[in-house]
């Protein structure tokens, strides 16, 4: 069983930066890729970003790239969003997730991912 608790959301301007963290509990998540997902109200989850077991291969939804930067710590089983120049679309809760399996096949879609962090706010205002 794995636990995963997000952190660091709040309210931003337009332009600013926010670095959310993912901390994981239960077992140790370094052979498990790990993604970012987001739902904005009445809108469908959309995948933002993921990271392979390893850390050595990332990948980003183009609505973000060049903005934010996923990684991770194996050592601290955790994983982190650094979000550059937010934009008012941005807004959205975000959850941290982990896949099902070792493979990072699938790494965007939603139901490759077997846990789910409860999610952590994030508000840009215009």
């Known amino acids: 069983q794995v636990q995963l608790v997000e952190s660091g959301g709040g309210l931003v301007q337009a332009g600013g930066s926010l670095s959310l963290s993912c901390a994981a509990s239960?077992?140790?998540?370094?052979?498990?890729?790990m993604g970012w997902f987001r739902q904005a109200p009445g809108k469908e989850r959309e995948f933002v970003a993921a990271?392979?077991?390893?850390?050595?291969?990332?990948n980003y939804a183009d609505s973000v790239k060049g903005r934010f930067t996923i990684s991770r710590d194996n050592a601290k089983n955790t994983v982190y969003l650094q979000m550059n120049s937010l934009k008012p679309e941005d807004t959205a809760v975000y959850y941290c997730?982990?896949?099902?399996?070792?493979?990072?096949?699938?790494?965007?879609?939603?139901?490759?991912?077997?846990?789910w962090g409860q999610g952590t706010q994030v508000t840009v205002s215009v």
């Open positions: 239960g077992r140790t998540l370094s052979n498990a890729g």
């Open positions: 990271i392979s077991g390893s850390g050595g291969s990332t």
């Open positions: 997730a982990v896949k099902w399996s070792i493979s990072y096949i699938g790494y965007d879609n939603n139901s490759q991912y077997a846990y």
